[in-house]
Each structure stands twice: as C-alpha cells, then as structure tokens.
C-alpha cells in the first residue's frame, strides 16, 4: 500500500446513520455503524489524500487528519456534500441515508392520546446521485447492500445513479455488514470486477482505496 496513491487528492466519505427528527425529542434512523466509511477514511489518508467525512451520528473517534463535518439529518447531508463537490475529486458515499423522513417535524412534544396514530413519510433526495449528477462531478463510488441477486442489482444500480464504481456487499450473511468489524464485498466498475474476501474493514478499506486510485489514474490522467 503506496502512502502517495491518492497524494493531492481530495476525497470526501459519507458515513453512519441519518436521523429524521419527528419532534424535538424523536427521530427516525437505522442501526448503522459509520465503521466501514471512517475505515475508508483512514485508508484515503494513508493513501496521502486531503480527507472530509460528512458524518451522521455515530460512536467513534474522528481519525487523525481526518476533517468531520457532523450531519443529522439526510437534507442535512446532502447540503454539505453539495457544497463540498466543486473541491473534491473522489466521493464516497458510505453512509445509510434513511429513504424517507416525516413529512412535518412537530415543533412540540407529539402528545400520547389515540390508540393509533399515522405517520406521513416523504423520500428523501438520493445524496450520491445528485453528487454524480453535478456539474463539477468527482469520480463518484457508492455501495450496494443486497440479499439477493447482488451484482445485477448491484450494476443496475451504478448504472441508474450515474456512479464510476460500487462495491457490493451481501447483506444476508450476519458474520459481515452493519456493526460487524469485518466485510467482504465484489467491487464492480464498467468493464470489469474484483472480489474482496472476507477481511477487516481495515483491509477492506484498503483494497477499496487501491481499486479507485487504479480507476482514477486510468480515467483522469
Ligand atoms: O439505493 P440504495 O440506498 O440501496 O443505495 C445505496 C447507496 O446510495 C449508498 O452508496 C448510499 O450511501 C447512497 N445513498 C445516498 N442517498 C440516499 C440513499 C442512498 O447517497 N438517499
């Protein structure tokens, strides 16, 4: 592993979880870790690139010379990273945007009263895909979480994002994933693949670095 592979590059990761505030005590979010997206920032950083992770709420510390930009909420995120597109050369998109947030946020505490209440959710904007769809757009990887058929749905998903590289993770194993400290993953880009065995994040991280900075050198040099 090179330290000068992404040298002058300026990467930026999402990672973790967003939250979708309901009222002014509740959200809505998921149970991502941001483990895989800060192991991907360590390793843009050892790679000697200048990196920032917009990062949803998550327990872990900030990786030396890392530059953290904390989001809550998917709107949230999206605005960082459009503000950041013009200045970044590689985007990783790591982070478990919750699809859909409350219609309305409550400005008061929702009171408990009827046996049953409704919920109105609204999508949320796809943030990898407005970056890639920018006008000054980085060389744009996403990730695919699937417990089934993975690599087509997988590419057609690179395809319909507008994405340079994804890396496909196979959700229905419980040894890798989520909260786990290892993952395992195919990486598909247009016109060709590479499987990752089942490894730490660390190396996982790793070996992603290296793919993109052999796509980047290829495409942009
Ligand atoms: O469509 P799906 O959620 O399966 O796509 C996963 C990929 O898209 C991940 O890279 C994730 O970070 C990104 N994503 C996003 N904004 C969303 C939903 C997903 O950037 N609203």
Redesign the pocket.
Known sequence: FSSGLLAGKRVVI?AGPTREALDPVRYISNHSSGKMGYALARAAVDAGAQTILVSGPVELATPDHVNRIDVQS?DDMLAQCLALVADCDIFI?????A?YRPGTISTEKIKKGPEKISLELVR?????AAVAASEHSPFTI????ETNDLLAYASS?MER?GLDMIVANDVSDPAIGFNSDHNAATVLWPGGSRVLEEASKATIARDIIRLIADRVSLIRD
């Open positions: 999402t998917a998109a790591c982070a478990a945007v699809d949320n904007p796809d943030i990898v996403g990730f695919a979480a998903k994002k």
